[in-house]
């Protein structure tokens, strides 16, 4: 009789589809333990995530007003994005994920949590959504010979990773010619440090404690230089800045804290 103890962990990921469970280099098992410990939260406006719930506008109209311009949609269409994949990375309970479909794109959400998949997808249904939810990781999706994608979203996931710049690539290994990579995260600023950690985490608690580590913040000329072989080209950073008095965020001059980064493949 064979030993179950050296069978190989697996993950359902839909109805359909037995994969192996998340695995990979890039995974720091202590931050996906936390956010697996939240995944119930994802969508309570008012929890831990309500940051993410306020910034996220911001970062839905900069991918919208790009891709539009970049693929010449109609920005009065109901749909502009029909015919396009997009590949949300680190996607968590969907709150990307839901938006870039209810817009056109047919979606694919890719976390390393299973739990974070599964209240992305329990969301999506009750919302009639079809977005293909899969726990794995981006390792794991390029090595299974997965087509490539218009749009690579990989946004407020980089400092969550152990190796940034094999992630990165891998990322990157998935955008098509004529496709756009997004990569959103924070700048390793002494600025950064005092609003991003010590007011955002312990004085107006908006994150739990622990959620970011300073050290894995990521200057823009860093995100270029891991992209410098991919054959995709950064465009200058964006930053993203909050205003306390209208308690909105906006696309800034200001990179300094948060920034987002898009890149193109040329066409073949």
């Not at 920005?75 to 990307?96: N, Q, S, T, V």
């Not at 940034?164 to 390793?188: H, I």
């Not at 622990?210 to 950073?237: M, Q, R």
């Amino acid at each position: 009789m064979a030993d179950p103890a050296k069978k190989p962990a697996k993950s359902v990921t839909n109805d359909t589809e037995l994969l192996e469970a998340p695995a990979g280099p890039s995974i720091d098992a202590e931050d996906v333990a936390r956010f697996s410990a939240l995944a119930a939260k994802w969508w309570d406006v008012k929890g831990e995530f309500a940051p993410l719930h306020k910034f996220n506008p911001t970062r839905v109209s900069f991918i919208r007003e790009t891709v539009q311009d970049h693929f010449q949609r109609d920005p009065y269409a109901l749909k502009p994005f029909e015919g396009l994949r997009l590949i949300d990375i680190g996607c968590g309970g969907g709150l990307l994920s839901e938006p870039m479909r209810r817009m056109g794109f047919e979606v694919t959400g890719l976390d390393a949590s299973e739990k974070n998949i599964g209240t992305a997808r329990a969301h999506a249904a009750q919302g009639g959504l079809d977005i293909r939810y899969m726990a794995q990781t981006v390792e794991q999706l390029a090595a299974s010979g997965e087509d490539g994608f218009d749009v690579v979203l990989t946004m407020e996931v980089i400092e969550h990773v152990n190796d940034p710049e094999s992630f990165l690539k891998t990322c990157a290994s998935l955008v098509k010619p004529g496709g756009l990579l997004f990569v959103a995260t924070l700048n390793r600023t002494l600025k950064a440090h005092a609003l991003g950690i010590v007011a955002a985490e312990y004085i107006l608690q908006w994150v739990p404690k622990g959620t970011h580590d300073w050290n894995k913040f990521l200057k823009p000329e860093e995100i270029e230089g891991f992209l410098s072989d991919t054959g995709v080209s950064p465009d200058p950073a964006v930053g993203v800045s909050y205003n306390p008095i209208t308690a909105r965020w906006a696309l800034s001059n200001d990179t300094g804290v948060n920034y987002m980064i898009v890149a193109r493949r040329d066409l073949l």
